[in-house]
């Protein structure tokens, strides 16, 4: 017997072309009758572009929540050094004043309401003359509430991160990986997925998966990525990123 | 040397069988720090999970000659070919060859549980259910957010406490080092012990404690014929001990010379 997989293909006439051929509509009285009509192409089209919206543009948009920070920071205005803004050497040193390193090498993060009450400790006299200034002294400072901030990299359970490796021991700068916050005057709304509920800033801004800037995703393989390009392989062994 | 990263570690674990009481502290240590779940009804020993299991063995001898011995059995970290990692089709289980240890990503696997099947130290369980902890009793508050949960569906086992090489890790580093002494990172059976039978270290540094106890003659591995290079080392000066931890031919065995004590 033949063995199809060895035998010569078939001519490619009888194939595709032949086949989109006859879902074209023929005047000429051909004996093949095209499936469709041209109102059937138009719905054909119709629906074809209305799903490709949907999928594309629609569901991305409301696949996602929209939730504003509880309060407006204003990261620029804290860094002024014209009212008296934090003072650093370095960029990454005017960084940790707030967002600081623990004694023990862990990263705090946002700060703490206690890291503001150095500064802002007293509710009855604002240092500044902002509106906001004013909600935040009356809501957080004069009840001692902590801030419900909304984090826009917290990582899923499974994945470990140390900040004071790359900061410290890698010597990469904040705005590497995070931007320059310096001049950032407004939070960006906070968006998080609502069958995930993992923040946007995890999963990819772009739905095709396309990435400008680093702080646009932060997933396995944009670490890997980077530990590849930098010559650390070793760092891309499973245990050291997950927990 | 000055690399850090480069040379890689080979962390390992000396039990000392004749220290060890069998009280089961290295058990009940090891289940609170890695977030182990239990189960509604725990007398069901087959389907409890526990990352350090103890065995209990006896001489098999009559009343006055009885001898009993317990032997630790965390995940061996096995070094050569890797029996879990061999067969993991997800490629869930990993030997990381700068840790030596062996890792399990639990979002990785798929639970086909071939790695249970192939492990010869029965160091992995299967998750039935998903984690259970009773409300209302505190368990949750004992939670630590260094290890991450396991879901219903997956394998898990020993780590060596990992999370605690990272954290000694991270300590290491905000204060400008990268080699971590000895003792920075013990795994919790080995702070738990109160007979302080398990040493914990890096076997390749000829400054640990554990690179010179497994050159003793007392020195042994379980199922050592396999060829597996498990990291888990076991001390006993009892040569019916020693011969419990693999199979022998009759006369294969070579009990060591008495020798004086003390």
């Known amino acids: ?243 | 040397m000055e690399k850090g990263h480069g040379h890689g570690n080979s962390y390992g674990m000396v039990i000392d069988l004749d220290k060890c009481t069998g009280c089961g502290t290295c058990m009940v240590a090891c289940a609170a720090e890695n977030n182990l779940a239990v189960r509604p009804d725990e007398s069901d020993k087959q389907r409890s999970i526990t990352w350090m299991r103890l065995y209990k063995v006896t001489n098999g001898k009559e009343f006055p000659h009885t001898e009993v011995c317990y032997f630790p059995r965390p995940c061996m970290q096995c070094d050569h070919h890797t029996p879990c990692v061999s067969v993991c089709p997800a490629t869930a289980t990993k030997m990381d060859y700068h840790t030596g240890i062996v890792s399990q990503i639990y979002t990785r696997c798929i639970g086909c549980r071939y790695c249970i099947a192939a492990c010869p130290y029965h160091a992995r369980t299967f998750n039935w259910w998903d984690a259970y902890f009773p409300k209302g009793k505190g368990l949750e508050r004992y939670l630590s957010p260094e290890v991450s949960p396991r879901m219903r569906g997956v394998v898990e086992k020993c780590t060596f406490c990992h999370h605690r090489l990272m954290r000694a890790k991270n300590n290491a580093y905000a204060e400008e080092r990268r080699e971590l002494e000895e003792g920075e990172y013990i795994t919790a059976c080995t702070e738990a012990c109160p007979a302080q039978a398990i040493t914990f270290g890096d076997l390749k540094n000829p400054e640990h404690k554990v690179s010179e106890l497994v050159k003793s003659r007392y020195a042994f591995r379980l199922l050592e014929k396999l060829g597996t290079e498990p990291k888990v080392y076991y001390l006993s000066t009892k040569d019916w001990v020693r011969r419990m931890a693999d199979n022998y031919l009759p006369g294969e065995f070579k009990p060591i010379a008495k020798v004086k004590l003390g």
């Open chain 1, 1 to 243: 017997m033949e063995n199809p997989a060895t035998s010569p293909k078939k001519s490619s006439k009888g194939g595709w072309i032949s086949f989109l051929k006859g879902l074209l509509p023929t005047e000429n009285g051909s004996a093949f009758v095209p499936p469709f009509s041209l109102i059937g192409w138009i719905f054909l089209l119709a629906g074809f572009f209305g799903a490709f919206t949907f999928g594309w543009v629609v569901y991305p948009v409301a696949l996602y929540s929209r939730q504003p920070q509880p309060i407006s920071f204003n990261h620029a205005l804290h860094l002024d050094p014209d009212v008296g803004g934090i003072e650093g050497d370095t960029e990454t040193e005017k960084c940790l004043y707030c967002h600081e390193f623990r004694d023990d090498g862990t990263f705090s993060g946002i700060p703490k309401l206690a890291k503001c009450t150095e500064c802002h400790d007293d509710p009855e006299s604002p240092l500044g003359e902002t509106q906001q200034e004013k909600e935040f002294m009356e809501k957080y400072v004069a009840g001692q509430k902590e801030i419900p901030w909304l984090i826009y990299y917290r990582q899923p359970d499974c994945v470990y991160f140390s900040h004071i490796a790359h900061v410290k021991m890698g010597k990469i700068e904040c705005q590497t990986c995070h931007g320059d916050h310096s001049k950032t005057e407004k939070l960006p709304i906070y968006r998080a997925n609502l069958l995930t509920g993992y923040s946007i800033n995890i999963w990819g801004k772009n739905i095709a998966g396309y990435k400008t800037n680093t702080w646009d995703r932060m997933k396995m393989d944009d670490c890997a990525e980077c530990h590849t390009k930098k010559g650390h392989e070793e760092n891309n062994a499973c245990f050291v990123c997950h927990k």
